[in-house]
């Protein structure tokens, strides 16, 4: 013993133990006492029972005997296993299968109530069929919902009917019953719901309580939620797949049926042997006209996406255009990114570039009639790409083809498109409101349901003039005036010998401009010689009906029929004398304009060259420098700040529109004031024209009177300024 | 007459396993009269609960009744009054027996009886909170009260047995008074009368357990439940488990748990034998949380079958586990015997290696069986195997223990055939939820 006085080391798990047999080790008596050395392992037991009777003597057994004896076991309560009914009750034999079973784990089970008949129910379903069929099946479905649909109150007889669909006397018999038999207790037995407020967290018959959220960690819970989502979205794609799906499945079925059908009638005029389809027009002639307009239709959407795609191109080009009204000092690069926070259509109130339809639509979108114009469709493959952005200025108001609407083809009465006398179109007419005016006009309704109406200037406008200060002498009347027309390709050949390609290709867009102003079928613009001030569209005006009146006030309006009194006046006496000067410094000037020259070359070029040219030069400097490749040609009143930023659609804003469209303007609205006009200033160039064509220039203005350009009325006034100083030099 | 009243003691007349007249000392838990006859709950002293019953008053000796202390009729937390059973003071005398109690010899009981268990458990903070959300059992019973003593089913009606419940058990109130309770053989639904039974069989095609068959050897079978996903054949299953074992919980649902069942197969179905419970995820390499034979079955080899299972399922996932705590007496002398035999297996399957004398470590032995490291060291011990000798601990092998484990496994019929598992195990810390 006294050998074992040191401290035996702690058993490690790690090390190797030798099996030794007891027989090995005579010598190990005193084993158990080392033993100790070894900590207790608990046995893991409740302390109260590892005392308990029987456990202690069946543990002392087995130590003792080394296994178990019979009456050394742990008595427990008997069991017995002599049901003599079993064999009744669970009937049928169930075999092995090969497999291991798997349960499905969403197999749909077949829904069977949960409520189980007992013998009284047995009784009544006895009586009840006396008089009726009922399953016991059906009776239990019947208390089933009845018990379900009621919680802490029955369900009433009135809810029993509409939650059971049965016939009324059984319901009324099995409802009755029910709530006898429930008398508020529930007929389904569950096991104790715990009360959510925490009122049964130590009743004993509650059991299954919801764990608490510290068992699903946040993260869990998370995760849940998203696949939730997940699945809710994934339902919906599915079903929109479905419906797709279906969707297609009816066009392709559609498309079957089309081909069936095209291929019987085919064979059917086989066989009446109507091969040049004469048998096939008249027997779809109640069908023709839709056919008709129902092909363009297609052609234009593939031709409207082309469109689009051009807009697009023409975009920014707009947009600086339109940036440069409003702030004259911004960069270009700013100037895109503003168009992009608020693109054109943004503002409802802005006008129409040009309402017009050109060659090239006519030509994409009427292909019935495209055969006949191959002369002027060859002149528009040769008028340069420049001219694109300018093709589509619509922007929103672009026009579209309607489905159901029928587009007639333009009505070519010669091989010419242009030559189409204006006195068919324009009638002369009498304003009678205030700024009483007289001469060529037309009227049309413009979107919106404003009424336009469109001037034209012509040879007799100076005699008209003089007949408007008369008030009241004149009556309307649809008197023709006659004028000469002027082959448009005789002009153009005519330019061509005598200008730079350039120059000549710029008329040749200006040309073009001129048929597509007007809406398609009237492709017929009045052209008269440029020599003689021939008559052209100069002006549409805005009468604004009391509805949409809007924000032009009589003054305004009475202004700017005396800036375009003017005009016109100087255009036709400018333009007799200079015409033929013009013509050849014409282009010089747009090149300069385009070599971006101060404003004093601006101006020297005024000086130089007649007053009307200069005018078209002044303001279209503004386009031509900002965009090289826009075509000079416009005039500067449709950049006119005022016009396109106030809120309203001032008249000189639509003239501007209307001059921009119009081309060959700058020959023919040669803006010089009639003499006559109280309005004419004897001042220098007016600052605001300068800085018009600096803005364009990117130059500051040189004398540039700051000015504020938001305001409408200085804008009206700065437009009569603008063309002032031309007459003056 | 003195009147006896709920917390008294006295002897009570019962029958032991040999048939003998015994006189143990029991307590009343609960009195109450049936067509003019008074009936006595008694718990007897040192028996296990389960055997606890209702008696009639002739069984009583009235002459040794000791009335409760004072303190024994305050009424417990629950309002109820408190009535533990605690065992009186006293001597281990049995050597063998001395070994197993825990560090705590000297520790003391209240001799009298009543009042609740103070030294034991840790109910001084006096707020009844919801017990801990991990596991299965019940180890803090202070929350016991009067109603959960006490059986409260009579007679347990499961295909062709009748089973006495041995504790209490959360059924439905309503079904509580009845003489027998009938139960699905297959897919446990209670039902109160045996028309219902009847009725419920027309419409309740299961005749297995509502899961996955993952092994399958003669007519043994196990079958797989989640907890989660087959909500109420796992609350079935716990609530006929509950009346056999005391510390089993049911305060919480069964969603973290899987549930095995044993079944035996013969023409009439898959008829359940036994099952345990685990949790999907344990944090304290608990591999096992209730397992239960039932008791038609039991001391016929099933239990062990079925902690062999357990740690069939333990190697296949690669780890080491170890049953829940607490132990119930049975469990602990089952997984004693389990974890005998499966180590003398070893240490007697071990051959000299050239020459040398075989030799194993504890870890080599853990990770082998997947018992956990230690029970096996409990193992050991309990079976007084190891030995300090000449400067290091060996294990000796005596006859009687060499003798006895050889007669065991000769009786040991079933054994779980590793090949006829067909079992992965899931990771479910990835899945997010049980």
């Known amino acids: ?729 | 007459m003195v009147e006896i009243v709920e917390g008294c003691r006295l002897p009570v007349l019962r029958k032991n396993q040999e048939n003998e007249d015994e006189w143990p000392l029991a307590e009343i838990l609960s009195v109450k009269e049936v067509s003019a006859r008074k009936l006595y709950y008694v718990h007897y002293i040192d028996f296990n609960k389960r055997l606890d019953e209702w008696v009639t008053s002739d069984r009583l000796d009235m002459k040794k009744l000791q009335f409760p202390k004072k303190e024994a009729k305050t009424p417990t937390k629950n309002g109820l009054p408190g009535s533990r059973p605690s065992s009186p003071e006293r001597e281990v005398q049995n050597g063998t027996a001395r070994r197993l109690i825990p560090s705590q010899p000297g520790r003391k009981r209240k001799a009298n009886c009543g009042g609740t268990d103070e030294d034991s458990q840790d109910s001084s903070d006096g707020i009844p909170s919801a017990p801990r959300m991990t596991g299965s059992l019940v180890s803090d019973r202070s929350h016991d009260d009067i109603v959960t003593r006490m059986k409260n089913i009579e007679c347990i009606e499961l295909g062709r047995h009748r089973l006495k419940p041995w504790y209490f058990s959360p059924y439905p109130q309503e079904l509580t008074a009845l003489p027998i309770l009938y139960l699905c053989e297959f897919c446990l639904k209670y039902l109160k009368s045996l028309k219902c039974l009847q009725r419920h069989l027309t419409k309740c095609n299961l005749r297995h357990p509502p899961g996955n068959e993952i092994y399958r050897k003669g007519t043994i079978s196990f079958f797989e439940i989640d907890g989660r996903k087959n909500k109420t054949y796992s609350q079935n299953l716990c609530l006929i488990a509950k009346c056999f074992l005391d510390h089993k919980t049911l305060y919480y649902d069964t969603d973290p748990f899987l549930f095995y069942v044993m079944t035996e197969y013969d023409p009439k179905g898959f008829h359940i034998v036994g099952y345990f419970s685990k949790e999907k995820e344990s944090t304290e390499d608990y591999n096992v949380a209730c397992i239960l034979t039932l008791p038609p079955y039991q001391r016929r080899g099933y239990g062990k079958l079925l902690i062999e299972f357990s740690y069939e399922l333990s190697k296949v996932e690669g780890k080491t586990g170890t049953p829940e705590k607490p132990l119930s007496d049975l469990g602990l002398l089952s997984y004693r015997s389990y974890w005998s035999q499966t180590i003398l297996e070893i240490l007697m399957g071990l051959k000299p290696d050239n020459g040398e004398r075989p030799q194993i470590t504890i870890n080599e032995i853990s990770e082998i069986t997947s018992v956990k490291k230690e029970d096996v060291i409990s193992t050991l011990q309990y079976l007084n195997l190891i030995n300090y000798y000449k400067g290091q601990y060996i294990l000796t092998l005596s006859e009687d223990i060499v003798d006895g484990h050889e007669r065991a496994m000769h009786k040991r019929h079933l054994r779980i055939d590793p090949k006829c598992l067909h079992f992965t195990p899931k990771d479910w810390s990835k899945r997010g939820k049980w």
């Open chain 1, 1 to 729: 013993m006294s050998k074992l006085s040191f401290r035996a080391r702690a058993l490690d798990a790690a090390r190797p133990l030798p099996v030794y047999r007891r027989a090995e080790l005579p010598q190990l008596t005193d084993c158990g006492f080392i033993s100790r050395a070894v900590p207790q392992m608990p046995s893991g037991m409740d302390k109260d029972e590892e005392l308990e009777h029987h456990l202690q003597r069946a543990m002392s057994a087995q130590q003792v005997f080394r296994e178990r004896k019979e009456n050394m076991v742990i008595p427990v309560p008997e069991a017995e296993s002599n049901s003599t009914y079993y064999d009744r009750l669970y009937k049928g034999q169930v075999k092995v299968p090969k497999q291991l079973i798997h349960v499905q784990p969403l197999s749909l089970d077949l829904e069977q109530p949960d409520y189980d008949m007992d013998s009284e129910d047995e009784t009544l379903l006895n009586r009840l069929n006396r008089k009726m069929d009922m399953k016991p099946l059906q009776f239990e479905i019947m208390v089933d919902r009845l018990e379900k649909a009621s919680t802490h109150q029955e369900v009433s007889l009135a809810e029993a009917k509409r939650l059971l669909n049965e016939d009324d006397y059984l319901l009324k018999s099995v409802y009755d019953y029910w709530l006898r038999k429930r008398r508020n207790r529930c007929l389904i037995f569950q096991v104790k719901q715990e009360n959510r407020d925490g009122s049964t967290n130590h009743h004993a018959y509650v059991a299954f309580r919801r764990r608490t959220e510290k068992m699903t960690t946040r993260k869990n819970r998370k995760n849940d939620e998203a696949s939730y989502e997940k699945m809710l979205r994934l339902r919906r794609e599915f079903s929109r797949t479905v419906t797709i799906l279906e969707m297609i499945k009816k066009r392709e079925k559609s498309k079957r049926e089309l081909l069936h059908l095209t291929l019987e009638v085919v064979e059917k005029r086989y066989q009446l042997s109507d091969f040049n389809g004469d048998v096939l027009k008249t027997v779809a002639l109640p069908l023709e006209e839709k056919a008709v307009y129902c092909a363009p239709v297609n052609v234009n959407n593939s031709s409207r996406h082309k469109t689009n795609v051009k807009a697009k191109m023409q975009k920014n080009q707009v947009s600086m255009r339109e940036e440069l009204t409003f702030d004259p000092t911004r960069p270009k690069n700013r100037c895109t990114k503003w168009e992009r926070l608020f693109p054109p259509q943004r503002f409802p109130g802005r006008l129409p570039r040009a309402e017009s339809i050109y060659r090239a639509d006519v030509n994409q979108y009427d292909f019935h009639s495209s055969g006949e114009d191959e002369g002027n469709s060859t002149m528009v493959a040769q008028t340069p790409p420049t001219s694109d952005d300018e093709n589509y200025p619509d922007g929103v108001f672009i026009f579209r083809r309607t489905d159901g609407c029928l587009y007639l083809s333009p009505r070519w009465d010669g091989g010419h498109v242009d030559i189409q006398p204006l006195h068919e179109r324009h009638f002369l007419t009498k304003l009678s409101l205030s700024p009483d005016w007289m001469g060529l006009s037309r009227r049309r309704t413009g979107r919106g349901g404003r009424i336009l109406l469109d001037r034209a200037s012509c040879s007799l406008d100076s005699l008209l003039n003089q007949l408007d200060t008369y008030p009241g002498s004149w009556t309307r009347s649809r008197t023709v005036y006659p004028n000469e027309p002027v082959d448009l390709d005789q002009k153009l050949l005519m330019n061509s010998s005598s200008i730079p390609s350039l120059s000549q290709a710029l008329k040749n867009i200006q040309t073009l401009r001129r048929c597509c102003f007007r809406p398609r079928p009237i492709q017929n613009q009045r052209i008269t010689d440029s020599r003689t001030a021939g008559p052209s569209v100069e002006d549409r005006r805005f009468l604004d009906t009391p509805g949409s009146a809007g924000g032009i006030t009589e003054e305004q309006y009475y202004s700017h029929q005396q800036q375009l009194m003017k005009m016109k006046k100087q255009q036709l006496e400018q333009l007799q004398y200079n015409e033929a000067m013009s013509r050849a410094t014409a282009p010089l000037d747009h090149q300069r304009n385009q070599s971006h020259r101060s404003p004093e070359s601006t101006s020297r070029t005024l000086d130089s060259v007649s007053a009307h040219f200069a005018a078209s030069a002044v303001v279209s400097t503004s386009p031509s420098a900002q965009d090289a490749l826009r075509p000079p040609k416009t005039t500067g009143v449709p950049n006119c700040p005022g016009a396109s930023r106030s809120s309203y659609s001032t008249s000189s804003s639509v003239s501007g529109v209307g001059l921009l469209s119009i081309p060959k303007q700058q020959s023919q609205v040669g803006a010089v004031y009639p003499t006559h006009h109280h309005n004419i200033r004897p001042s220098a160039p007016p600052p605001s024209a300068l800085k018009l064509a600096t803005l364009a220039a990117k130059v500051i203005p040189v004398s540039g009177l700051p000015r504020d350009i938001d305001e409408p009325d200085r804008q009206l006034n700065g437009l009569s300024e603008n063309t002032q100083p031309m007459e003056v030099t």
